[in-house]
């Protein structure tokens, strides 16, 4: 059964499985398997914790490992939904504004919380950063892409250039917000805008949950259209694929699993890039291949970079944003410069 | 049978078609000609829905085409676009696996397998399938599309003709692809299938079409026969050029010389 077509899907599901193990134990404080095993059973006969460790276990640890994992499969979806429709092996929510327009507009709430309507808090609650970073990720995501189509042909470059000016007006509104508000609001912003999983809770793990089942179901309807799309968006109506709905459905089903993401942690960039880039090596750009395993890749690289943010400067923690960019940026100018001779060759 | 009636189609202030009317009929091979910008493609996305911005009305028999849903109409018609790029990684077997997405949901059965395979054989691409379309020349690439847009509508449909569309496919392609391509063309042909087909060179049309038609700024100038309205009067009005027509002892059809 081993034959290089599923090679890929055992091979990065064994090292997915050996990620989430060592995630799980190595932190600020190392659980053992004893410790972990005891913990699930003391969970599922209904009693307390019994040790700090197995409080830190189903407390912090694991919520935080299933939270990394389901945000580095859905970022890593979310770049190859924006590749196929954009039909540019370049963009992905962290370059061309989508994260930013989401920190933009959930940063808002950060700092005008305390000018919320109390009555509105309690009845949308938890869902109010979503909301706002959702807004705020559409509006982005639809000005690059408006101004994209606006074009006779579209071109690899303009989009990131446009992309560039949007991912500037939404830091900037960030900016602006950090500037008025107060200190320890301030704080939260400048360390949430570069990505954490520090604040992981069971409940941001359900509503990530849910998301990601959306994402899986419709993932078996975009298989076709975004293959289609490969060939051009003329070549895919002929295809018998109505574009315009797809267009709206894709865009906004994107929408919401960058501005869920970001929300709950924040802007982490390059994953959307790298994994779907990584991936095309292996199964090449048949999304029936591609979209499956980039969620497997997707979660393991985010796990792993999670990893590194966490036990790099132990018992501290860096902010994983800076692991992903500064793995992803030099990646991100290789393909620039592959990209761009290739269509100076053209 | 394909029906244009009086196709107007201006971009801003420009009149690219002006009251076209014209009927394809299936069984025969269609070929458009008529010197750069004189609305070919224009005429043929009008004819296959791609523009929909036109004025006049298209019948697919008897049913108009803007009543025909993008997804249906997939299923028996096939249209073949100018080289266009493609920014990701893709083999040529995957791409042309795409032509038989009108006619499965989410698994190909093995009947679209087959007509894959079919269609890999007849246009002799067998080495082609497992390569990289981006690493294929100019004209290998030409003929993976055609393999893609004739596999879409390889087998009969139940309740309509087929029609395929072809902009320019000889593009790219040596002269003895360029005969081998319209001979399959030719064969594939039955009476529930039309092609109609943009060429660039009147020879072809001589040797191979059942009708031509000839565009000028977008007006229909001369359609019918092949050897009976082309003449060097014709060829001289559409492309400005002298041309003598030579008969050829023992051939049908006569040879255009410039």
Not at chain 1, 37 to 52: D, L, N
Not at chain 1, 323 to 343: E, H, M, Q, R, Y
Not at chain 2, 6 to 24: A, P
Request: hydrophobic residues 50%; aromatic residues 10%; contains cysteine.
């Amino acid at each position: 059964m081993l034959n290089k077509k599923n090679a890929i899907y055992i091979i990065s599901s064994i090292l997915l499985c050996l990620i989430i193990i060592a995630s799980i134990q190595w932190g600020a404080v190392n659980i053992t398997n004893k410790q972990m095993v005891e913990a699930v059973q003391h969970f599922f006969q209904g009693k307390t914790p019994s040790s700090i460790y197995e409080g830190v276990f189903l407390q912090i640890r694991l919520p935080r490992v299933i939270l990394c994992m389901f945000s580095g499969a859905i970022l890593a979806v979310s770049g190859v939904f924006m590749q196929g429709l954009f039909r540019n092996p370049l963009v992905e929510p962290g370059i061309i504004g989508t994260s930013a327009g989401a920190a933009f507009g959930a940063s808002i709430v950060f700092v005008l919380a305390a000018y919320i309507p109390i009555e509105w808090k309690s009845l949308i609650g938890p869902l109010l950063v979503p909301l706002f970073a959702f807004t705020g990720a559409l509006v982005a995501t639809y000005i690059v892409y408006a101004i994209s189509k606006s074009q006779q042909k579209t071109n690899v470059l303009s989009i990131l250039l446009v992309g560039l000016a949007i991912n500037s007006m939404g830091l900037s509104g960030m900016g602006f917000m950090t500037y008025i508000a107060r200190d320890p609001q301030a704080r939260s912003i400048n360390f949430w805008n570069l990505g954490t999983f520090s604040g992981a809770n069971w409940q941001q793990v359900l509503i990530v949950f849910s998301l990601l089942i959306i994402v899986i179901l419709s993932i078996f309807k975009f298989i076709k259209p975004l293959n289609a799309l490969l060939l051009g968006e003329d070549e895919a109506l002929y295809l018998g694929i109505n574009i315009k709905k797809f267009r709206r459905k894709i865009l906004l089903i994107n929408t919401l699993m960058v501005a869920i993401v970001t929300s709950f942690v924040g802007v982490i960039g390059f994953v959307g890039l790298i994994v779907p880039h990584i991936v095309r090596q292996f199964v090449g750009s048949d999304h029936k291949k591609l979209l499956p395993a980039s969620m497997i890749i997707g979660a393991s690289v985010l796990l792993m970079a999670d990893l590194v943010a966490r036990l790099l400067l132990a018992p501290s923690e860096i902010p994983i944003g800076i692991i992903t960019s500064l793995v992803g940026a030099p990646i991100f100018i290789l393909l620039l410069k592959k990209n761009l001779f290739l269509k100076a060759d053209a | 049978m394909l029906k244009l009636q009086n196709i107007n189609y201006t971009i801003g202030s420009n009149h690219i078609l002006n009251s076209i009317n014209v009927n394809f009929a299936p069984g025969e091979l269609h070929m458009i000609l008529g010197p750069n910008g004189s609305g070919k493609t224009s005429l043929l996305k009008i004819a296959s829905g791609q523009i929909e911005n036109f004025n006049g009305l298209v019948w697919y028999d008897d049913m108009a085409l803007n009543e025909i849903n993008t997804a249906t109409l997939a299923t028996f018609r096939s249209y073949l676009s100018q080289q266009n790029n493609i920014p990701f990684p893709i083999k040529a077997i995957e791409l042309i696996q795409m032509g038989r997405y009108p006619h499965y949901e989410y698994q190909a059965t093995k009947k679209d397998y087959d007509i894959i395979h079919a269609v890999i054989d007849q246009l002799a691409i067998t080495h082609l399938k497992n390569r990289d379309f981006n690493t294929l020349s100019g004209g290998e690439q030409q003929r993976v599309q055609f393999a893609r847009v004739l596999a879409q509508v390889w087998e009969k449909s139940k309740n309509n003709n087929r029609y395929l569309f072809l902009d320019e496919p000889l593009n790219n392609l040596d002269i003895q692809y360029q005969k081998y391509l319209l001979q399959t063309i030719r064969s594939i042909i039955s009476e529930d299938i039309a092609v109609i087909m943009i060429v660039h060179d009147i020879n072809w049309a001589l040797a191979f079409s059942d009708k031509v038609y000839f565009l000028q700024n977008g007006n229909l100038i001369a359609n019918g026969n092949p050897i009976e309205i082309i003449t060097p009067e014709l060829i001289q009005e559409v492309f400005k050029i002298d041309a003598k027509l030579i008969s050829i002892p023992g051939q049908k059809y006569p040879i255009v010389s410039f």
